[in-house]
C-alpha cells in the first residue's frame, strides 16, 4: 500500500512517500480500515520535526481518519467509521496511508450528515475543545473568549461554546481573519496587548468568565480580562515552552488555568468523545463543519510543507 514514512525525525526531509508498504493485518479484536479520508495536524508536523521524545521509527503519521471497516468483528465490516487518539502515528503507525489496524473499540459510527473528508477533519480540533468547554464549566450565560478563534480549535470552541448558550468574543490577529469566525461570534481583533484588555472591558464590564488561548501567547493579557472566578483555558505554547504570566493578578482574582492535551486521550476515549460529538451534528446542535482541502496522498510531503509554511487551512488527504 502506499503510506507517508519516516525513518529518522527532526526534518520533513525525512517523510516520504513509500509505494510498497506491507498491507496491515487485523488481529483478534482489532479492525481492518481502508482510509477515505485522513486529516493533516500541526502534531502530525511536530511528530515528523522531532518535538515527541516517545515516538518510535520507522512510522507512518496521521492521528485522524475516516474509512470503512473491511475486517474485523462482524458488527463492524462494512461500516464507515471515524477516530483519532494518543498512540496513533507515534507509537503505531497512522492514518497517512490507504489502510489502518486499530483496536475494535478505536473507532466510532461515522454520522451519515458527515462526509469522509469533513469527518477526518474533526479529530484533533473537535476533540480539545470538547475537553476544553466541559472543563471550562461553559454553560448557558457564560462570558467567553477565544484567543485565535479563526483557527480549527478556536472554531470548533466557539461553535461549542455558542451550542451551550454562552456569549462568545472572537479575537483573531488579521482583518481578514474576522470572516472565519463562527456566525453568532462577536468578532474583534487583538491588536496590542492594551487594545485587547480595554475591548474586552467595553464588551464584559464583570470580566470574562472564560478566556481561551488557543495560540500559548496571550496568557498574561488573558489574567487582565477575567473576572474573579474566571477560567482560563491553555492548548498551546510558545516553542520554547514558557511564558510569562502576571500571578499576582491571577491568584487574587481567584483565576483557575486549564491545560488541554488532546495526546493524553487513547482511541476509545476518542471514539467515545466523537460519538457525542456526531450526535450534536446529526441532531443539528452544531453547524457541520466546512469542508477542508483535499490532498491526495501522493502529495503528501507538499502537504506537510504547506502547513509549516502556514495559511494551507485544515487539510485531509483522500488516497
Not at 217 to 242: D, K, M, Q, T, Y
Not at 289 to 317: C, H, N, Q, T
Request: glycine fraction near 14%.
Amino acid at each position: 500500500m502506499k503510506a507517508l514514512q519516516f525513518a529518522e525525525t527532526g526534518s520533513l526531509d525525512k517523510l516520504i512517500l513509500n509505494e510498497q508498504v506491507p498491507e496491515p493485518v487485523a488481529g483478534e479484536g482489532d479492525v481492518l480500515i481502508r482510509i477515505e479520508a485522513a486529516g493533516l495536524n500541526p502534531s502530525d508536523l511536530k511528530n515528523v520535526l522531532g518535538r515527541f521524545p516517545y515516538t518510535t521509527v520507522p512510522r507512518i503519521p496521521g492521528r485522524d481518519f475516516a474509512g470503512v471497516v473491511v475486517a474485523g468483528p462482524a458488527a463492524l465490516e462494512g461500516k464507515a467509521v471515524w477516530g483519532s487518539g494518543k498512540g496513533v502515528g507515534f507509537t503505531r503507525d497512522g492514518s497517512h496511508a490507504e489502510y489502518l489496524v486499530l483496536p475494535a473499540d478505536a473507532v466510532a459510527i461515522k454520522p451519515d450528515c458527515l462526509s469522509f473528508a469533513q469527518a477526518a477533519s474533526c479529530g484533533v480540533p473537535w476533540i480539545t475543545a470538547l475537553e476544553g468547554v466541559e472543563r471550562a464549566g461553559i454553560r448557558a450565560g457564560s462570558r467567553v473568549v477565544v484567543i485565535g478563534a479563526s483557527g480549527a480549535v478556536g472554531q470548533a470552541m466557539s461553535l461549542l461554546a455558542l451550542a451551550r448558550g454562552a456569549t462568545v468574543l472572537g479575537a483573531v490577529r488579521r482583518d481578514a481573519q474576522l470572516a472565519e469566525v463562527p456566525a453568532g461570534c462577536e468578532g474583534m481583533l487583538l491588536g496590542n496587548p492594551d487594545d485587547f484588555v480595554a475591548r474586552v472591558g467595553e464588551r464584559f464590564d464583570d470580566g470574562a468568565e472564560v478566556v481561551i488561548d488557543t495560540t500559548g501567547f496571550w496568557l498574561a493579557p488573558a489574567v487582565e480580562v477575567l473576572g474573579n472566578g474566571g477560567r482560563i483555558v491553555a492548548i498551546s505554547a510558545p516553542a520554547s515552552g514558557v511564558t510569562d504570566m502576571p500571578i499576582l493578578g491571577f491568584y487574587r482574582r481567584a483565576a483557575t488555568l486549564i491545560g488541554v492535551n488532546s495526546l493524553l486521550h487513547d482511541s476509545a476515549t476518542c471514539a467515545q468523545m466523537l460519538e457525542q460529538l456526531g450526535r450534536l451534528f446529526a441532531g443539528g446542535d452544531l453547524p457541520l463543519p466546512a469542508s477542508p482541502r483535499e490532498w491526495s496522498l501522493a502529495d503528501g510531503v507538499a502537504a506537510y510543507r504547506a502547513l509549516e509554511a502556514g495559511g494551507a487551512g485544515k487539510i485531509v488527504f483522500t488516497p
